[in-house]
C-alpha cells in the first residue's frame, strides 16, 4: 500500500481527480497506490484530440495532449483541494503517431500497417 509521509501530509486531503475515463487508471490507484475508493473523482476531459502531430515527438504529443485533458477538467472543478491526473498513450509506427482508431476498419489497417512495419525491422 501507498503511505509514504507525502501522502500523509499533503495528499491524504486532496481529492484524486483522473481527467480521463480509462478505468486501468482507476485501478492501478486502487491498488498499486491504495488510494481509498472515495478519494477518486473520475471526470473525463471534453478536450479534442486533434493536435497537430507533425514537427512534435511522439512523447512531445501526447504530454502535450495529456496536459489539456488535465487543463479542460480543471477548469470544470469547484474550489478545493485536488491532484489532478491525466495520461495519453499512443501507438508509433515508423514516425507516425497512431491514436485510438475511429472504427474497427481504421483498427483492422493500423494493424496490418504495424505488423508490415515490424516485419520490415
Same mark, same amino acid.
Given at each position: %500500500?501507498?503511505?509514504?509521509?507525502?501522502?500523509?501530509?499533503?495528499?491524504?486531503?486532496?481529492?484524486?481527480?483522473?481527467?480521463?475515463?480509462?478505468?486501468?487508471?482507476?485501478?492501478? *490507484?486502487?491498488?498499486?497506490?491504495?488510494?481509498?475508493?472515495?478519494?477518486? *473523482?473520475?471526470?473525463?476531459?471534453?478536450?479534442?484530440?486533434?493536435?497537430?502531430?507533425?514537427?512534435?515527438?511522439?512523447?512531445?504529443?501526447?504530454?502535450?495532449?495529456?496536459?489539456?485533458?488535465?487543463?479542460?477538467?480543471?477548469?470544470?472543478?469547484?474550489t478545493g483541494r485536488y491532484?489532478? %491526473?491525466?495520461?495519453?498513450?499512443?501507438?508509433?509506427?515508423?514516425?507516425?503517431?497512431?491514436?485510438?482508431?475511429?472504427?474497427?476498419?481504421?483498427? *483492422?489497417?493500423?494493424?496490418?500497417?504495424?505488423?508490415?512495419?515490424?516485419?520490415?525491422?
Open positions: %500500500m501507498f503511505n509514504p509521509p507525502l501522502y500523509e501530509r499533503v495528499f491524504s486531503r486532496s481529492q484524486f481527480v483522473l481527467a480521463l475515463t480509462s478505468p486501468r487508471r482507476k485501478q492501478i *490507484l486502487l491498488t498499486n497506490l491504495g488510494i481509498p475508493e472515495e478519494k477518486i *473523482l473520475v471526470i473525463g476531459s471534453n478536450f479534442e484530440e486533434n493536435l497537430q502531430k507533425t514537427d512534435v515527438s511522439a512523447s512531445e504529443y501526447v504530454s502535450l495532449t495529456a496536459k489539456h485533458k488535465a487543463q479542460a477538467v480543471i477548469g470544470q472543478l469547484k491532484v489532478v %491526473m491525466s495520461s495519453d498513450t499512443v501507438v508509433l509506427c515508423g514516425d507516425e503517431i497512431l491514436e485510438k482508431p475511429s472504427t474497427a476498419k481504421v483498427q *483492422l489497417e493500423w494493424l496490418k500497417k504495424y505488423r508490415q512495419s515490424a516485419k520490415e525491422q
